[in-house]
Structure formats: structure tokens, C-alpha cells
């Protein structure tokens, strides 16, 4: 049985085993009584002559009335009554004061103790009666302690029982606690450490070839080559930092009503290609589906996730089932009727544990270099995200069933985004003002655009923005940071909106809070950025002048 010692302070204490219960007491020598038993000797002699006085009194108004009911008769209850109170001695004193006054009264010679042979016999046989019923008291006075030590020593049992059935829930819940707690920080250090080690790993060629570039003069081939290969780790880098926001339900989505039908019909080349031709794809779908507001890009690339994750389980061929179905709202209990998207193998399945693990960023079976255990992560990030869940099922040997649930959406579709096709006249020469509180980032934003022959003026905050602008400094584009201390960019764009309807702006943002709202109608560009996605963006904000709306940028 577990210590007891602390118990926490949500529980009641157990009582102190000497408190008495109701009607109840101890005796002088220690033990559990009656409380009625605790009269004391002297009282309960004095109670004998009162109850033969009664009794005496009783056969006196009754004398003659019950011709059938012996003369001593009503003199027992007063022995029992004497007997079961004060025990032995009072029970004798009770019998021997009723004899007397049976013989003195009732008993010929009347008013007399003198003895005849009739009146000794009488007074022997209700000795002999009365005796037993002494002896009958003391027994039932007996039991009647035994008892009252028995319900105390139970009720104590109980009390004391309910005591540790409470330390021992409390201490079951303080275990659960801190298992909880522990979880909580190993899962918070195996996300640090893998983002350190999959960081490093990607800093490592990028300070590599920037040093070597910085350090001594090369050659422009190797410069090149250098160059490129930082380049390819910082994409990496985003990709990773991408993945992690996905987790984290912090991305920036640019949810829509989607086509879920239309989607994987134009997703199906992608899908067959990246699972090789050794593994037969199914894909079933009704004619047409419920639209769900989610951001396209991004489930495409959460179906490319669950596709990848399936070719891999199935490196020995077999089949990959993708559907997608209506749930209506009664069979999934939920208000409104969903859409479920299956994905589904015939690969090696996953045990217990790493199905319970699965979802966990960086958690992969992959082995180090193959598997970056993020990708059931992001699919699951953006399934909440987007008020969605995701469902994993799996039977070793058997396969895998991945399904993601939306809810319908009673939204329009809209038509395809136009700002893509838009051929946008590619702006230059444009002055820019360019608003971030972050020196190193706005030094290389200006760089950029200084390059592609734009004009810049950098200042670090909102607040200096706006005094700028109605100091009538004439811009011909805003480009703004989001997160930045005093007002952020999107009340900024909001402002500027309202005082230069003409005048475009463009966020750009390195993450979304959850407080962090920007509203649809501001266009967005997700840090970091390259020179080329900024300048396009750049030219479809200026293109789009009048009807601001989201730029899509497929990450
Ligand atoms: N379809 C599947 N069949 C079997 N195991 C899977 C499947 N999908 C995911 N898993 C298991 O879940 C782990 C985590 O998956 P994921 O987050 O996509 O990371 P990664 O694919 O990089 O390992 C995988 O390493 C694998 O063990
Ligand atoms: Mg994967």
C-alpha cells in the first residue's frame, strides 16, 4: 500500500480512529459502549429502586384487575430493565428488593415478612426465574457492547478505506499529471532537437560557400557553384521552417472553396509519378462532391505527403486507393455534412506505437537522410488548421488507411485564381517604400530591389510610414513587413488603403499567429523571399491596383 503520509490537500482527511460515533462512547476501561451504558454504578442501584417502586406501583392499581398474571410477573421487567442497564448487581438488588415487596404485600400473611412455607416456595421459584433474567440482562448488555465495538471498529474501516481510495485516486492523478508533463516536454525536446539537427545540417553548406565566397577571391564558375549550393539548402530551410509552421497550425493558409473532385482528377498525373509504376493507383470519386474551404496548395501538397508515405510503405508493389466521399451530417454526428478523402495502401502497416507516434513531428522509421518524420505532421497541422481532422488506421502486414475529414461549405467555388495568368507589364524604376523592423532583413529586401532598378526608402517601423506619407512623400508602392512592434503591417495596409486607394501594398509575412489575422482583401507574400517572387509579386500588386486580392505563391 502507497505511503500516506502527503496527501494533497483536495482530498478530505480520514477522521481520527478515537473520534466516537453517534451514540457511542468509551468506557473507563478503554473500550467502545452504548452511550446509555455510561451510567454511573451508584445511579444505576438508585435506578433499580425506582423501577421496583414502578413496578410495585403498577401491580398495586392493577391488584386483583389480571387474575391470570402471577403475582411476581411484573416485577421481571424491572430485573431485566435493571439488568441490562447496570449489569449483575444492580440486577440482584432489583430481585431481591421485588421479593421483599412481593412477600411483604401480596403473599400472605399480608403486610408482614414473615415466611410461610407457600410464600418461600413462591419467593424461590421467582428467585430462580428472575436469576435467569439477571443473567439474560447481562448477556444482551454483553452484545449490546460487543456491537457498539463492532459498528465503531467498521464505521473506522470505512473511514479509513474512503481515505485511501482517495490517496490513492489523488495519487494516480498526480502520476498522470506529471506522465502528461513529461510527454509534453520530451515531445517539446525531440522537436528542438530535431529542427537543431536538421538546421545545422542545412547552415553547415550554406556559412560553408558563404565563407569561402566572402573569405578569398574565386572564380566566377565556382562562385557559381557555390552560390547555388547555399541556395539550394536556404530553399531546404524553407521547406523545413514551412513544414514546422504546417505543424503548428501557424501557417499562412489562403483557404478557398475547393473542388476536391476537380482537384485530384488534376493531382492524379503527380500522384502516378511519384509512386512509379510498380504500385497500381485507384482512384475512385463521385461525379461531384460538396466544396471545402481549404487552402489548395497546401492539400495537395498534405496528398502528396500521404501518397509519398505510401509508396514507401509498399516498396514491393501493391495498390494505392484514393477516394473521396460525402459524409452526411447524421452518420458523423457532426452539425454540418463533411467530405472524406481516403488514402489507402497495401503496404507494411504500422505497429501500435508508431501509429500513436506518427503524426509527432520528427518522429520517422525512416532511418537518419531518408525520412524527415514531418510529413504526417504538416497533414495533420493543416487538417486542424483548416477545421479538418485526420484519421490514421493501420494493420502490420495489412496496410494503411489515411483519411482527412472537412467540413462542407456552402461558398461558391470561384472561379481560378486570374492573378496567375495575368501578365503582368513588369513594373520598374517604381519608388518603394519599404517598412521593417528588422535591420538585416530590410537591408537585403532593399538590396533586391535596388538590383531590379527600383528606388527604395527604408524606415523601421509603422508609425514612421505613416508620418512619411502625410508628410506627402510621393511612393509609388508599399512593401511592408507584418509582425513589427507598435501597429502592424496589416492595420498599416489598412490605413494606407483608406488615405491611397491607388496606392498598392504588399505584406510580407514570416508567420501567422493565431491573433494574427490579415484580412483576404490585403496581398501577402510568405518570408523568406526570393528576388524573383518578390519582383513578380510585386508586379501583380501593381497590376492589381483597385482590386486588391492574395498573391499565390506555391511553397
Ligand atoms: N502509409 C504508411 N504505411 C506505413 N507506415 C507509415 C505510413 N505513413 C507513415 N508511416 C510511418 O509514420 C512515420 C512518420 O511519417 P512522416 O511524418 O510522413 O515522416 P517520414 O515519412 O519522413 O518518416 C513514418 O516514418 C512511418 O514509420
Ligand atoms: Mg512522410
Known sequence: MADRSPRPSA?????????????????????????????????????????????????????GAWPGVTVFSLFFPAVLLSAVIGGIGPGIVTLAT????????????????????????????????????????????????????????????????????????????????????????????????????????????????????????????????????????????????????????????QPRPVDVVALLHGLSDLIQRSIGPGTRLVISLPPSLPAIRVDPNQLELALLNLTVNARDAMQDGGTLTISAQEEPAESDRSLAPTVRISVIDTGKGMDAVTLRRATEPFFTTKGSGRGTGLGLS?????????????????????????????????????????????????????????????????????????????????????????SLMEDCAAFDFVLTDHLMPGMNGATLAGKLRDSHPLLPVLLVTGYMGADTEVPAEIATLRKPVRQADLLQAIDRAVAGVGRFRRIDDSA
Open 11 to 63: 482530498c478530505p482527511p480520514t477522521r481520527h480512529p478515537d473520534v466516537i460515533h453517534a451514540g457511542r462512547a468509551i468506557a473507563k476501561d478503554g473500550t467502545v459502549v452504548p452511550r446509555w451504558m455510561l451510567v454511573p454504578p451508584l445511579a444505576t442501584y438508585a435506578l433499580s429502586l425506582v423501577v421496583v417502586a414502578l413496578a410495585w406501583a403498577t401491580r398495586a392499581s392493577l391488584d
Open 98 to 253: 421485588s421479593g421483599l415487596v412481593v412477600t411483604y404485600y401480596w403473599l400472605s400473611p399480608r403486610g408482614s415478612l414473615m415466611f410461610t412455607q407457600d410464600s418461600l416456595v413462591n419467593l424461590g421459584l421467582f428467585g430462580v426465574s428472575a436469576g435467569s433474567i439477571v443473567l439474560v440482562g447481562h448477556l444482551l448488555r454483553i452484545s449490546a457492547r460487543r456491537s457498539a465495538t463492532t459498528a465503531h471498529i467498521l464505521k473506522d474501516f470505512a473511514e479509513e478505506l474512503e481515505g485511501r481510495v482517495a490517496d490513492a485516486v489523488a495519487e494516480r492523478e498526480a502520476a498522470l499529471q506529471q506522465l502528461h508533463e513529461t510527454m509534453k516536454s520530451e515531445m517539446v525536446s525531440q522537436l528542438t532537437g530535431g529542427i537543431a539537427h536538421d538546421f545545422n545540417n542545412l547552415l553547415t553548406p550554406i556559412i560553408g560557400s558563404l565563407d569561402m565566397l566572402s573569405s578569398r577571391p574565386v572564380t566566377p564558375d565556382r562562385s557559381k557553384r557555390l552560390a547555388s549550393g547555399a541556395l539550394e539548402a536556404a530553399e531546404k530551410a524553407r521547406m523545413l521552417v514551412s513544414r514546422l509552421l504546417a505543424f503548428g497550425r501557424r501557417q499562412m493558409l
Open 378 to 466: 504538416m497533414v495533420h497541422g493543416l487538417a486542424g488548421q483548416s477545421g479538418g481532422t485526420l484519421l490514421l488506421s493501420s494493420t502490420p502486414g495489412v496496410g494503411t488507411r489515411a483519411e482527412l475529414r472537412f467540413p462542407a461549405t456552402d461558398d461558391q467555388l470561384s472561379a481560378e485564381a486570374p492573378s496567375a495568368e495575368i501578365a503582368a507589364p513588369s513594373a520598374c524604376n517604381l519608388r518603394i517604400l519599404l517598412v521593417d523592423d528588422e535591420p538585416l532583413v530590410r537591408t537585403g529586401l532593399a538590396d533586391m530591389l535596388h538590383d531590379a532598378g527600383h528606388e527604395v526608402v527604408e524606415v523601421e517601423s509603422a508609425r514612421e510610414a505613416l
